[in-house]
């Protein structure tokens, strides 16, 4: 089984009350996640995070800490994911879609929303002294 390493950016608006999103494109559907995704060779978790979050958002991040780890086996890929959650800052950029072909939408979400979708991958939003915080979670095997 192949492991791919995944790193996903949290950007929280205090102000707001919301969550940085991004509406995938998939093959006959949409799903909303944060940004992130596959870690390239030679790049380190925090890199992919920033990358990922520019790529997919047109944000510049500074990552925090992190603050989540799932996995899941996708039984059809033959693949071992490993997801990591970062807290992620803005310094810079502005909100745009550059890759159309895989992105459909860059919304702020609100936080109740937000978590629905995130509890799909793998994530629980938890408030702990008012700040959110996200626990490891094994995702077992999808088919």
């Not at 997801?83 to 860059?106: K, Y």
């Not at 979400?109 to 978590?115: K, R």
């Amino acid at each position: 089984m192949k492991r791919v390493d995944v790193s996903y950016s949290f950007i929280f608006d205090e102000n707001k009350q919301a969550v940085l999103m991004v509406k995938n494109r998939r093959e006959d559907s949409f799903d909303f996640t944060l940004p992130g995704g596959a870690v390239e060779a030679g790049e380190t978790l925090s890199q992919a995070a920033v990358r990922e979050t520019r790529e997919e958002t047109g944000y510049e991040i500074e990552v925090g800490n992190l603050i989540a780890v799932s996995e899941v086996f996708f039984a059809s890929k033959g693949h071992h994911a490993v997801f990591f959650t970062f807290m992620g800052r803005i310094i810079g950029g502005e909100m745009r879609i550059s890759r159309p072909e895989e992105i459909a939408d860059v919304v702020w979400m609100d936080v109740s929303s937000a978590a629905r979708w995130l509890r799909k991958g793998g994530i629980e939003l938890q408030e702990q002294s008012s700040r959110l915080g996200a626990p490891y979670r094994d995702r077992g095997i999808v088919k």
